[in-house]
């Protein structure tokens, strides 16, 4: 079964050449000065940034657009939540900035390898037991797809036609058995999987062929992050009206 993994394309993306640790870094900043900004027009400049980011990383349209997709109902309740309780003008700009933020995190895991990743978490001290929550958790979403695409083929291979409404009790009897059948089946293979990596040595720690180094490249971008981190930010607070 193809699956959709969020860094599937990150190798081939020049921004993968990046060190892992200065990219995480400069993203939280970003996304730490947009949770400051309040109207459209720095926000507007901080989603520009990352689009041009996304055009230089190479990493298709289409694949960014379902990465997107997979945030947009979390994106769409906080707008119209907002728009209810404050107005129109609050639910874009809680729109914009939710989106923006999510775009940045989108820049960040399409154009990294998710290990690499998370070797840059442990860099800065995030403790093992979380990045190994976030590595078991972000591979075992696949076993239960896998699980979930076979017992769908077992279904139809016995003959089970769909269609028929939730209050049906034969169709709640299906859905009961199909979904303790995935647990106990996802389970199983989430315990071989387990002992798979404890007999080749793993103890917790992330682990990969090459060492991140940060360069004058590297630099250039923590720079350019920030800088629109900083811009934006006046542009909210008005310093730059002040100046000129």
């Not at 972000?138 to 699980?147: A, H, L, M, N, S």
């Amino acid at each position: 079964m193809k699956h959709h993994e969020i860094d599937q394309y990150a190798k081939q993306s020049p921004l993968c050449r990046f060190d892992p640790r200065v990219k995480t870094l400069s993203t939280i900043v970003l996304v730490v000065a947009i949770a400051f900004l309040r109207e459209p027009l720095p926000l507007l400049l901080c989603l520009g940034f990352l689009l041009v980011l996304v055009s230089i990383s190479g990493i298709p349209a289409r694949h960014v657009g379902k990465s997107y997709v997979l945030a947009s109902s979390f994106i769409l309740f906080a707008f119209l939540t907002m728009w209810y309780s404050s107005g129109l003008d609050e639910g874009v700009n809680v729109f914009l900035r939710i989106s923006t933020s999510v775009v940045a995190l989108i820049v960040l895991t399409t154009t990294t390898p998710f290990f690499d990743l998370l070797k840059a978490l442990r860099w800065f001290k995030v403790p093992v037991i979380i990045s190994s929550l976030l590595l078991f958790t972000y591979r075992f979403i696949f076993v239960f797809q896998d699980e979930l695409e076979r017992m769908k083929l077992a279904r139809l291979a016995r003959g089970f036609k769909g269609g028929k409404s939730l209050l049906n009790k034969e169709a709640l009897r299906t859905i009961a058995y199909t979904a303790g059948m995935i647990l106990v089946r996802s389970n199983a293979r989430a315990n071989n999987i387990y002992d798979a990596l404890l007999s080749r040595g793993y103890t917790g720690e992330i682990k990969t062929l090459n060492s991140p180094r940060a360069g004058a490249k590297d630099a250039a971008l923590a720079i350019a992050f920030v800088g629109v981190a900083v811009l934006s930010l006046c542009i909210q607070t008005d310093v730059i009206i002040w100046t000129l």
